[in-house]
């Protein structure tokens, strides 16, 4: 079902750090996935995607694990900086839209200096 | 880098009034989108719009929603008698295809 409130699950970590962050999907069917990171008062900026004939894709500092077995995502951040607190967030996208981004419920990420 | 752009960043409406967000995509994109977000929910898909008409709409896009493309580079959200569960930050994006949608800062609406 829906999530619904004000309680994001939160991850603490202390700088130089990785961080693991995870986010579950609901839909076999889903192709596409794409990690966002949003900052208060900010719109959702783009990280890091993948497609479902992969299972791993690396970034800058960044990388996402896809296992569709159970239909799991998770996005690594290396040597994490406080620049890196915001809220993540999962999405994805179905086969048979046209494009239409399904958001999960969002992460916070604390950096502690 | 390019960005999407909205304006206002910030527009409060009596209830019952019309809104008009509004947004500039990035230039070379196609494929335009509307979201919002409740404060401390998840970003909901609303809208999205290709060739010049709506491909696809949430049950949330009810008869009060239209969206426009007046000319090359606007990109508008209308909710035509605003209601007060429509406060929420929205959000426009766009795509160069179906991949990687980029977001604008968003509107913050306000009803009141």
């Known amino acids: 079902g829906e999530s619904v409130g004000l309680h994001l699950p939160t991850l603490s970590v202390q700088e130089g750090d990785n961080s693991i962050i995870n986010c579950a999907y609901s839909?076999?069917?889903?192709?596409?996935f794409i990690w966002y990171k949003q900052e208060s008062g900010k719109g959702p900026q783009f990280i890091i995607d993948i497609r479902s004939n992969m299972d791993k894709r690396q970034g800058q500092r960044v990388t996402v694990l896809l296992n569709k077995t159970v239909k799991h995502l998770s996005l690594q951040i290396a040597a994490t900086q406080p620049g890196d607190s915001a809220v993540y967030f999962c999405?994805?996208?179905?086969?048979?839209?046209?494009?239409?981004?399904?958001f999960g419920s969002g992460t916070r990420l604390l950096v502690r200096p | 880098e390019p960005e999407v752009t909205q304006t206002p960043s910030h527009q409060v409406t009596q209830m019952g009034q019309e809104v008009i967000l509004r947004c500039v995509p990035i230039s070379n994109h196609l494929y335009f989108y509307w979201y919002r977000q409740i404060l401390g929910q998840k970003v909901e898909f609303l809208v999205s719009?290709?060739?010049?008409?709506?491909?696809?709409k949430s049950e949330i896009f009810d008869d009060q929603f239209s969206v426009e493309r007046p000319d090359g580079s606007n990109f508008t959200l209308k909710i035509r008698s605003t209601k007060l569960e429509d406060s929420a930050m929205y959000f426009c994006?766009?795509?160069?295809?179906?991949?990687?949608?980029?977001f604008g800062q968003g509107t913050r609406l306000t009803v009141v």
């Open positions: 999405a994805e996208d179905r086969v048979d839209s046209s494009y239409k981004l399904i």
């Open positions: 994006a766009s795509s160069v295809d179906v991949n990687r949608a980029f």
């Open positions: 719009f290709y060739n010049n008409e709506i491909s696809e």
């Open positions: 839909n076999s069917a889903s192709d596409y």
